[in-house]
């Protein structure tokens, strides 16, 4: 079964201070995305990685992609208190009957950024 | 371009009842998948339909079902309510269900079991 874990869970950021979120997953795989979503609303897609080495920046935020390590990070490079909102990576895999994907997400990592 | 709209946005509903929860794709969109997200479990994939047809289901009970209709607009129904059922409820629409095919979810129903 496919696990996806990111750290840290929470992170208290200070503005305009640089961040790192992890995101590990237990199998092969080069279909990952990231979510932002704030309180009581839906996801909203920032990134797509498609491949290993993918790299992908949009504003202050740059992710990236390891298929060897199984690992992608999120970036916040000077962070504002606009990002404060919970990320979620999810992983694209083939499902059971192996006709068709389903995302299986991270545990999403609370960001806030103070002043 | 109209997003995925989910209807409706809020629901109260008594435990033993049932519930049915709908999602309009985006146009031109013809799988829908549903997802299930609590405090406790997270985000949890419940089942994704394409071309009126059930290609994938996640690790949740038979109460849980769903339906595609030939427009791509999809229902899913709960039935026999529970309380660990209060969730947010999001739909997601994708063109197909290649695994580089990007999803994009609707503003989810809100569900609470009283």
């Known amino acids: 079964e496919l696990k996806v874990e990111q750290n840290p869970l929470f992170l208290s950021m200070q503005e305009g201070k640089n961040y790192t979120i992890y995101c590990n997953y237990s199998?092969?795989?080069?279909?990952l995305y990231w979510y932002r979503q704030d309180p009581g609303k839906s996801l909203e897609s920032l990134f797509v990685?498609?491949?290993?080495?993918a790299v992908k920046q949009e504003g202050r935020l740059m992710a990236s992609l390891d298929t060897k390590a199984r690992l992608s990070t999120l970036h916040i490079t000077a962070a504002v208190h606009d990002l404060s909102a919970t990320y979620f990576c999810?992983?694209?895999?083939?499902?059971?009957?192996?006709?068709?994907?389903?995302?299986?997400f991270g545990t999403g990592t609370r960001l806030q950024v103070t002043l | 371009k109209a997003g995925v709209t989910q209807t409706p946005r809020y629901l109260i509903k008594t435990r033993g009842q049932q519930v049915t929860l709908s999602c309009s794709p985006i146009s031109g969109h013809r799988s829908v998948s549903w997802y299930q997200q609590t405090p406790g479990q997270g985000l949890q994939f419940l089942f994704e339909y394409f071309s009126e047809t059930q290609r994938n289901k996640g690790n949740f009970p038979g109460r849980f079902s769903g339906r595609q209709f030939s427009n791509s607009r999809s229902e899913m129904n709960v039935s026999t309510l529970e309380l660990g059922d209060s969730a947010l409820y999001l739909c997601?629409?994708?063109?197909?269900?290649?695994?580089?095919?990007?999803?994009?979810f609707g503003q989810g129903t809100r569900l609470t079991v009283v």
């Open positions: 199998t092969t795989s080069d279909r």
């Open positions: 999810a992983v694209k895999s083939w499902g059971d009957t192996g006709t068709a994907s389903k995302l299986t």
């Open positions: 997601a629409s994708s063109k197909g269900q290649r695994l580089n095919t990007e999803a994009f």
């Open positions: 990685l498609l491949s290993n080495g």
